[in-house]
């Protein structure tokens, strides 16, 4: 009997053993920004939510001060150590080919068909994360660079109506400077985002792809007409003093009513809520002038590096990722309008921003176009200098200045073709 009972035993020992060898446990680890506010509660949320969905898994988060940059700097060193995190936050366009061309990043086509990608991202997005017919990462979210935020009181006082020409425009700066009021915050923080308006009136999404392809020269009559645009209705009327301010204190000034209109991506939507203001009756938003049938987008995206630990539990992420389910879970905290389009305006219950937001999305991206940051699209060293000579000429919008900065950055085109550095974007 004793011996019956240590086989018996010895058989249920041996069937655990085996079941639990049959269950796979993965687990991945994401590497990331988002450390403040929402954005935390977005990231912490969504990483849960990936764990509901996906139990036999184990998804963890290591969160990186600072910016892409750093996470850039840290991803050499792991994979110096041959230690890359299973999944990263990434930038789209020129920052993600990077990795692509060095071979660093696997490619996750199998998960792009399961979430079917190229049907639930817009064609922008999909230009910016798909490289020779692969994906590499999956976009998260969406912001928007070209909208135009106001200060309702000011605009209800005097009694203005959002703009919806550049002439339209300059009548609402007129009236706003008549009474002693700055027209447009700014600061030279994202100063490239309020060059693209003026961008997109005069090239159009057509040319804004060329340049950011490298194909037009900054010497172009028609690029020294976006300038020009740029410095004589939005450079005329920055407050006084706009360089010496940071992008919250620039915020700031429109929220005490000493300006009435700003424009710096909204996630300053956050911002002004936290200061207190309602959307809707304190503040509200407009499409900048050009741009009536454009968005262009600020992204982050998730990308998977190749020799990872567990490239199954990277690509379970990913899955969560691109799903209706995980992008409710991350955009309704983050406050962005979800990259997959499939996914409804109801996660922002009712938010009036947001949800409009939303609806414009949904319109755009079937009778216009939703672009990229062009800043995406650049090499890093020509984007980095297009933000420098933007500013200078910001600072002194004059004919010799124009001159000087439309040189400096058609030499460096220059340099760049001929060091094969452009990626050619896909048409639109």
């Given at each position: 009997m004793y011996r019956n009972k240590r086989l018996v035993l010895g058989l249920i020992v041996a069937l655990v053993l085996l079941m639990s060898a049959s269950v796979s446990i993965h687990a991945a680890e994401l590497w990331h920004y988002w450390l403040s506010g929402g954005e935390k509660e977005a990231i912490e949320a969504f990483v849960a939510k990936a764990g509901e969905m996906y139990p036999e898994c184990e998804f963890s988060l290591r969160g990186i001060p600072g910016s892409s940059a750093e996470i850039?700097?840290?991803?050499?060193?792991?994979?110096?150590?041959?230690?890359?995190?299973e999944v990263y936050q990434s930038s789209i366009g020129y920052d993600?080919?990077?990795?692509?061309?060095?071979?660093?990043?696997?490619?996750?086509?199998d998960v792009w068909a399961a979430i079917n990608g190229d049907e639930v991202f817009s064609e922008g997005l999909k230009n910016a994360v798909k490289f020779d017919g692969h994906a590499y990462a999956i976009p998260l979210n969406t912001h928007v660079a070209s909208q135009i935020f106001y200060n309702k009181a000011i605009f209800d006082k005097y009694n203005l109506t959002p703009p919806t020409t550049w002439d339209e425009y300059k009548e609402v700066c007129k009236v706003l400077e008549d009474n002693g009021i700055a027209p447009f915050a700014a600061s030279p923080t994202g100063i490239t985002y309020r060059f693209f308006a003026p961008l997109i009136t005069v090239l159009g999404p057509e040319g804004y792809l060329a340049l950011g392809n490298g194909e037009l020269?900054?010497?172009?009559?028609?690029?020294?007409?976006v300038f020009k645009l740029y410095?004589?209705?939005?450079?005329?009327?920055?407050?006084?003093?706009w360089s010496g301010y940071g992008w919250a204190e620039a915020a700031d000034e429109v929220i005490?009513?000493?300006a009435a209109m700003y424009l710096n991506g909204d996630w300053v939507i956050a911002y002004f809520e936290q200061a207190g203001w309602?959307?809707?009756?304190?503040?509200a938003c407009f499409p900048a002038p050009g741009t009536e049938n454009v968005i262009i987008t600020m992204v982050d995206a998730l990308a998977a590096p190749k020799d990872s630990r567990d490239m199954e539990g990277a690509k379970k992420l990913l899955l969560a990722a691109g799903s209706i389910e995980g992008q409710e879970t991350f955009n309704k905290y983050k406050g962005s309008v979800a990259a997959n389009l499939s996914v409804g305006a109801e996660i922002f219950d009712n938010h009036p921003i947001l949800t409009e937001t939303y609806n414009r999305f949904q319109k755009v991206n079937e009778e216009g176009v939703i672009l990229p940051n062009l800043s995406f699209m650049l090499p890093p060293s020509l984007s980095n200098e297009l933000s420098k000579q933007v500013e200078m000429y910001a600072l002194n919008p004059t004919d010799k200045v124009l001159d000087s900065v439309l040189n400096t950055l058609e030499g460096m085109r220059q340099e760049l073709i001929e060091e094969d550095a452009f990626v050619k974007w896909s048409d639109l």
């Open positions: 850039r700097r840290q991803l050499g060193a792991a994979f110096m150590a041959n230690d890359p995190p993600l080919k990077s990795y692509v061309d060095a071979g660093r990043l696997e490619p996750i086509d020269a900054f010497t172009d009559p028609k690029v020294r007409e410095g004589d209705v939005i450079v005329s009327s920055y407050m006084f003093g005490n009513g000493h309602v959307a809707g009756e304190d503040f």
